[in-house]
């Protein structure tokens, strides 16, 4: 097993109404998960937002620290780890709104990810075009306020494949992509899938993600409402059986 996730619960004090002295109230953003990824799998964490999908994701990088819970990756104790320490071990993340820097072109950033000094340019515009972007046009851009939110998404992505992670991580990859970048994007995902033994987990809504995962996980008010292989979750997500299901209809009914 790649990775597995014990009894994960994640606290937060919320403050009523912004008012001093105002008594603090705990909310479980994760309240007790389980979940075991294996190797050579794609999973899709989805449910309604502020579900805890995506304090889930942080937390198996190390960017959000539980409360309790134990998180093994290949068999170790990943908690005590800092973010670089996983990074190391082969787990990445690509975040919902990427950052910027400045200074940086698209190029030094995928050679960066990479860890290769003889990274060529034709290797990098391979990675620009798996995620829908002319190399030409982009590779020598700075990954700066010039970019749209699209463009560095998509950008973010090409790193995270260059990198060649043992774990990759997906924070709603289809964000602000047009939809001829997101069915490259989604090809692109079950090529992955098909040739790497790498473990793919990826936070979406999306049908068209859904329909190439090997399993669903619905997360819902921080707990797994749902998990299992796609024939078995998939149906009831569009029977519309289960709180997630209630919330898309009552945003689609508005």
């Not at 304090?55 to 908690?79: C, H, N, Q, W, Y």
């Not at 820097?101 to 060529?120: C, N």
């Not at 749902?226 to 689609?252: A, N, Q, V």
Request: with cysteine.
């Amino acid at each position: 097993m790649m990775l597995q996730i014990r009894n994960l619960r994640y606290t937060v004090s919320d403050m009523p109404d912004g008012r001093r002295g105002a008594a603090e109230k705990e909310r479980d953003i994760l309240d007790g998960i389980d979940l075991d990824i294996d190797a050579g799998t794609l999973t899709v964490l989805t449910g309604p937002n502020g579900g805890g999908k995506s304090t889930l994701a942080k937390a198996v990088m190390g960017l959000v620290t539980p409360d309790s819970g134990s998180i093994l990756f290949e068999g170790r104790d990943i908690m005590p780890l800092g973010v670089t320490e996983r990074a190391r071990l082969g787990i990445s993340y690509g975040f919902q709104q990427p950052p910027r820097f400045k200074g940086i072109r698209v190029r030094d950033l995928i050679e960066i990810a990479s860890g290769r000094d003889d990274l060529s340019a034709a290797d990098c515009c391979r990675y620009l075009n798996k995620v829908g972007l002319c190399a030409g046009d982009y590779i020598d851009r700075e990954v700066d306020t010039s970019l749209s939110g699209g463009e560095v998404k998509r950008i973010e992505i090409a790193t995270v494949l260059a990198r060649g992670a043992k774990l990759m991580i997906f924070d709603e990859p289809e964000a602000g992509i047009d939809l001829w970048s997101f069915a490259r994007l989604t090809d692109t995902f079950s090529e992955l899938h098909r040739k790497s033994d790498a473990a793919i987990v990826i936070i979406s809504h999306q049908e068209r993600i859904m329909n190439i995962a090997d399993s669903i996980a619905v997360l819902a008010g921080g707990r797994i409402e749902k998990y299992g292989r796609r024939d078995e979750i998939f149906p009831s997500i569009l029977s519309g059986s289960g709180s997630y299901c209630d919330y898309l209809k009552e945003e689609c009914g508005k």
